[in-house]
Structure formats: structure tokens, C-alpha cells
């Protein structure tokens, strides 16, 4: 990290800057042994939060167990790049096929609706996350970059996107709004506000422990078995706990669950943020809407101006570690960290000075055919959400409303969303897992630096990256 200004107290690794600016929580007390309840979640992330939070509200009687390995809010929820979007992973034409396209674009639209349900959740529960709703920026930094921006426009519009869900930026609009280096076109959407993820998780998990849910840290999952003499259950290094459901709400840890290995691949993403900028700087970056920003790049980046000034950007350094491991400590590689300086200063050259206060990690969670489920079996008192390829901030909000429904039995618009129910198959075995990932971010790197030179099409080191990966 040689070539990277760092501030005196520069940290790489831990939770996240997020909770270096508000302090790790105190943890709660584990599981006091075996327990029974209605309802068991492993997992004290957004979903697990979320699906709670929507039970407690519609059904207070209910017995609520949340079973966290750490604390509630340490993984993604509490490492990712703040991002409140109504982008939903996964093909639409996928989607589509289970349920027909009329489906596909309901759940396009209950995304939309879950960025204000986030939002007011929020507002009623006292929830301060630094939540500003400006809207999402794309921007194409070179003629094949413009080529997908256009043509993926265009394929919204026939997914239920109107003029006012996302349009093109004049060229006047767009350096008005943000001035981003070589960008030569833009296009923005409303449906997309930011929030500081550690706030947000923080004061979920005060809401849920409110409301009656117990939620016991330091306690690990190790297995999770169907139902057994009328009960599901959660097995933990601290007891077992026993429901009636038991929902696994794990995203990038599933595999570590006995079982799980091959369900979700874990992939790591990862996050620099800077000091505050001066404001000499922000005069000639701009960006005053607070909009969040990403790019057309295979090997994309995603950024906020934060609340206090400083910019947070983030992308895929190295995106998978054999065998499904998860570097709990978060340190970012140095070479991750460096492209993405090198990405920041390209997109904001008057920002080369400023100074990098802390680098993290994470992972998020990748079902086979990176598409987004929900999904309840009443039979075995199972169920599960996540697969959210990067774009869970807002899809947890609907996973866990989903759940609810699913829980309590209801046939509901949210229940025939298309993701409810889809069956996907397992990751290949190591090690055809890790070289194929490998292949497939080589040749996505390699895409980039050759649309970036010369391309005014998409590279076909991309079309194969698409077809190996199954996207």
C-alpha cells in the first residue's frame, strides 16, 4: 500500500469504517442452553433482522429466537457499501420463466416500494442511519461501457421501468450533479438512497430486542435439521434450539453450516473509505445530491459521499478463497486496496491527495445462477433467504416481509413474487469452484482493460465470462 496516501491512524481490517465511527456494540449474552420457540433464525443480519422485526409487528404472541455466531449486524450488513437500491440481482428473464414476466416486473416494483419501507421503518423506530435519499448515478467511462448503459435502458423499459423510474442525464446534468472523470454518459434513477450500514443494523437489532425477540450472540450454528418429532432445530456449540421453524438467514456464511458447503458461494468484496474531503475539493467533484454512484465495468465499482464528507468506494478485489473460506478479521489485500485508490482518483482526480483512513472486507452470498430466493417448506419447517449477489441492503427488506407472509400462511402479492420458491442447483466441488471463479474475474478484469484501451463493443472475454458463470 506504498503508493496509497493513508491517514496516521489508517486501519485495515476489522468490522468496517461503519463501526469504527460509532464503536463496536457490546455484545449480548449467548444461548443459556437447549429452547424452544415458534420461530429460530441463524443469522442476526438484515434478514434475520428484518423477518423478526415484520413477525413481532403482525404477531406478538410469537416466540422469536435470533442465534448470531458474532453480533447482530457483523457481516454484510454491517461491511457493505450503504446502498438503499431497487437493483435486484439476478436475470429477469430467469425470473420470468417461473412465473411469467408480469411477475417479474411486480417484484421489480415491490423493490422500489421496499427503498421507502426501509425508509420509514426507520423514521418510526427512531432509527438515525444517516439516510438520504439522492437517487442512483451510472456512468460509462468508455464507448462499450456507453453501448451497455444504452442498451440496458433500453431493456428496462420493457421490464416496467418508465421515464421516471430511470432515464438518461444530459451531459450539463451530469457534471452538475457529480463530475466524474472521462465519464461520457450517465443515466439516473430515484429509487436509491444512502445509509450508513452499521446505524442501520445497530438500531435494528435495539428495535427487535424491544419488541420481545431474543437475540443471543457469541452463539454458533452448526447444523440445521428438518423437522423431527414435530419440531425443526438449530444446533448450537451452546444447546439446541427447537421451533417450529427454523429459518437460515446465513447469505455469505451458509457454508459453513454441515450441509451447506456447495449452497451459496461466498464472495469477498471490498471497501475503501477517505478522510473527510476539504471543501476545495467538493467544489470541483460536486456531488452535493448525495446520489450513490456506480460504473459499467465488469469488475464494477460502487460509491457514496458519505454523511461526514468523505467517499466511500468499493468493488471486487479478490472475490473468492478456496474451499468457501471467510477472513472473519476483513483486512483487504493491498493490492485490492490500491486499484481501488487508483479507481478513485480516476474517477475524481482532484481527490489525489486526500487520504485513505480505512480498508475492509466482507462477504456476500452467490447461488449458483446469481439469482436472488425466498423460500418456506412448511413440511420440514425450513426456510431460507438471501443469494443476494451484492444488492441486499433493500432485498432484505422484502425477503423478510416475504417470510412473514410465507410463516403465517398467507397467499399474499408478496408471496408470488418469482424468487419465492426457486430451486437452484449446488456449486461445483473443489477445485472446479475456485478455478472457475478465478477464470471468470481473469477474464472480466481482462474485458475492462481491454475495453478501456480500444473496445467500443463489449469485450468477448465478458461473453465468456457470462456463459461460464451461468449470469
Not at 425470473?95 to 417484484?107: N, P, V, Y
Not at 434513477?189 to 452499521?198: I, T, V
Not at 435495539?206 to 431474543?214: H, I, K, N, S
Not at 468523505?310 to 468457501?324: D, M
Amino acid at each position: 500500500m506504498r503508493g496509497i496516501p493513508r491517514t496516521k491512524d489508517f486501519a485495515n481490517g476489522g468490522v468496517s469504517y461503519w463501526y469504527r465511527q460509532i464503536g463496536v456494540p457490546e455484545r449480548r449474552a449467548g444461548l443459556p442452553g437447549d429452547r424452544e420457540y415458534d420461530v429460530a433464525i441463524v443469522g442476526g443480519g438484515y434478514t434475520g433482522l428484518w423477518t423478526a422485526y415484520y413477525l413481532k409487528k403482525e404477531q406478538p404472541d410469537l416466540r422469536i429466537a435470533i442465534l448470531e455466531k458474532e453480533f447482530a449486524g457483523f457481516g454484510a450488513s454491517g461491511r457493505n457499501g450503504g446502498w438503499l437500491s431497487a437493483e435486484f440481482a439476478g436475470s429477469r428473464r430467469r425470473h420470468a420463466k417461473a412465473r411469467g414476466r408480469q411477475a417479474m416486473i411486480d417484484l421489480q416494483r415491490a423493490m422500489f416500494r421496499s427503498v421507502d419501507e426501509v425508509i420509514g421503518v426507520a423514521r418510526d423506530e427512531g432509527i438515525d442511519a444517516d439516510i438520504h435519499k439522492g437517487g442512483l448515478i451510472r456512468v460509462a467511462t468508455n464507448p462499450a461501457q456507453r453501448a451497455r448503459l444504452r442498451a440496458d435502458l433500453a431493456d428496462l423499459r420493457t421490464w416496467g421501468y418508465g421515464e421516471d423510474d430511470m432515464r438518461p442525464l444530459s451531459r450539463d446534468e451530469q457534471h452538475e450533479r457529480v463530475n466524474v472523470a472521462g465519464a461520457v454518459e450517465a443515466t439516473f434513477s430515484p429509487h436509491c438512497a444512502r445509509l450508513q450500514p452499521a446505524k442501520l443494523a445497530v438500531g435494528l437489532a435495539r428495535t427487535v430486542a424491544g419488541l420481545g425477540v431474543d437475540v443471543f450472540e457469541n452463539t454458533t450454528v452448526t447444523e440445521i435439521r428438518p423437522r423431527q418429532g414435530g419440531t425443526a432445530s438449530a444446533v448450537t456449540t451452546r444447546g439446541i434450539v427447537r421451533a417450529d421453524y427454523v429459518i437460515r438467514a446465513t447469505e455469505g456464511f451458509t457454508a459453513g453450516l454441515a450441509g451447506q458447503h456447495r449452497q451459496w458461494l461466498p464472495m469477498n468484496s471490498s471497501m475503501i473509505v477517505t478522510e473527510p474531503l476539504p471543501a476545495e475539493v467538493w467544489k470541483h467533484i460536486g456531488w452535493a445530491g448525495g446520489e450513490l454512484l456506480g460504473d459499467e465495468a465488469h469488475a464494477y465499482v460502487y460509491a457514496q459521499r458519505t454523511a461526514d464528507d468523505r467517499i466511500a468506494i468499493g468493488g471486487r478485489g479478490v472475490p473468492y478463497r478456496y474451499g468457501s473460506r471467510t477472513d472473519d478479521r476483513g483486512a483487504t489485500q493491498p493490492r485490492t486496496a490500491a486499484l481501488l485508490w487508483r479507481m478513485l482518483v480516476k474517477l475524481f482526480p482532484a481527490a489525489v491527495d486526500v487520504r485513505v483512513q480505512h480498508s475492509w472486507c466482507g462477504v456476500l452470498g452467490v447461488p449458483r445462477d446469481w439469482c436472488s430466493t425466498v423460500h418456506l417448506d412448511h413440511a420440514s419447517g425450513l426456510g431460507w433467504a438471501g443469494g443476494y449477489v451484492g444488492s441486499g441492503v433493500t432485498t432484505t427488506n422484502l425477503a423478510g416481509r416475504t417470510l412473514r407472509d410465507l410463516l403465517l400462511r398467507r397467499d399474499t402479492e408478496l408471496t408470488a413474487l418469482p424468487w419465492v420458491g426457486r430451486q437452484v442447483r449446488q456449486w461445483e466441488p473443489e477445485p472446479l469452484r475456485w478455478a472457475g471463479v478465478q477464470l471468470i474475474y481473469t477474464l472480466y478484469r481482462a474485458a475492462d482493460r481491454r475495453e478501456n484501451e480500444r473496445g467500443t463493443t463489449t469485450s468477448p472475454y465478458a461473453r465468456l465470462a457470462d456463459l461460464i458463470s451461468g449470469r
